[in-house]
């Protein structure tokens, strides 16, 4: 059973055009909730760390939100540089080590 | 700051051969480091948990006899794929973190093996 969901699974946009994307987790005792950027052939790049419900973080265009079974990750205005694959993840006592897992990403086209 | 280097980025071997690659972390010294495979259009499976000077920690399903993880100091760890066949052709990256802190990653190494 995944533990971490996102959708949709691929998102096209035009330029300027917002919109949001979607991850949602069924674990218990949520010790955080990552965003990361992922460019094809490259590793994953941190964006944003969520804690609580209710908690918000912004860096340029993109904006995260958290509740307590689902995050949000919301794109103003995007760009063509914003296209990538986003990807959530999860860090939870049910897992060793403070290990993360990650949902399948969501792939952003960004059209000009 | 936090920045993990991961080398080589690409290789390519024959079938039967060993494969090392090297996770560093160049401004930090990292408590653990991560093992993730990834397959195309896929999520990044975690396949081992390595703390600097103990064994390593793998996932379910993956062979310890295969993927050999060393993790030899606070900022070095390596991971050898043994006897490599075309079914371990794949997209490796690592991960490093402090701690709690948000893991950061390499970019990746694509290995294909013929």
């Known amino acids: 059973e995944d533990q971490v969901t996102q959708s949709p699974e691929a998102l096209r946009l035009q330029e300027g055009e917002s919109s949001s994307l979607n991850c949602s987790y069924t674990?218990?005792?949520?010790?955080?909730l990552f965003w990361y950027r992922q460019d094809p052939g490259k590793g994953p790049e941190f964006l944003f760390t969520?804690?609580?419900a209710g908690e918000e973080k912004e860096k340029e265009r993109l904006k995260a939100t958290l509740t307590k079974k689902e995050s949000f990750l919301h794109i103003t205005a995007p760009k063509p540089e914003d296209s990538a694959t986003y990807l959530c993840?999860?860090?939870?006592?049910?897992?060793?080590?403070?290990?993360?897992?990650f949902g399948a990403g969501t792939r952003l086209t960004v059209k000009p | 700051g936090a920045v993990v280097s991961q080398h080589p980025s690409w290789v390519i071997c024959k079938s039967g051969t060993s494969v090392k690659i090297e996770c560093r972390s160049l401004?930090?010294?990292?408590?653990?480091m991560f093992w993730y495979r990834q397959f195309p259009k896929q999520s990044l499976m975690l396949m081992a948990t390595?703390?600097?000077?103990?064994?390593?920690?793998?996932e379910q399903g993956v062979e310890k006899d295969k993927f050999l993880i060393n993790h030899a100091s606070l900022t070095l760890s390596t991971l050898t794929v043994t006897s490599a066949h075309p079914e371990d052709s794949s997209f490796y990256i690592c991960?490093?973190?402090?701690?709690?802190?948000?893991?950061?990653f390499g970019d990746g190494t694509r290995l294909s093996i013929l």
């Open positions: 401004d930090f010294q990292a408590t653990t």
């Open positions: 674990v218990s005792g949520l010790r955080g």
């Open positions: 991960s490093a973190r402090v701690y709690a802190q948000p893991q950061h």
């Open positions: 390595s703390n600097e000077g103990s064994k390593a920690t793998y």
């Open positions: 969520l804690y609580s």
């Open positions: 993840a999860v860090q939870s006592p049910e897992y060793n080590n403070n290990d993360m897992r």
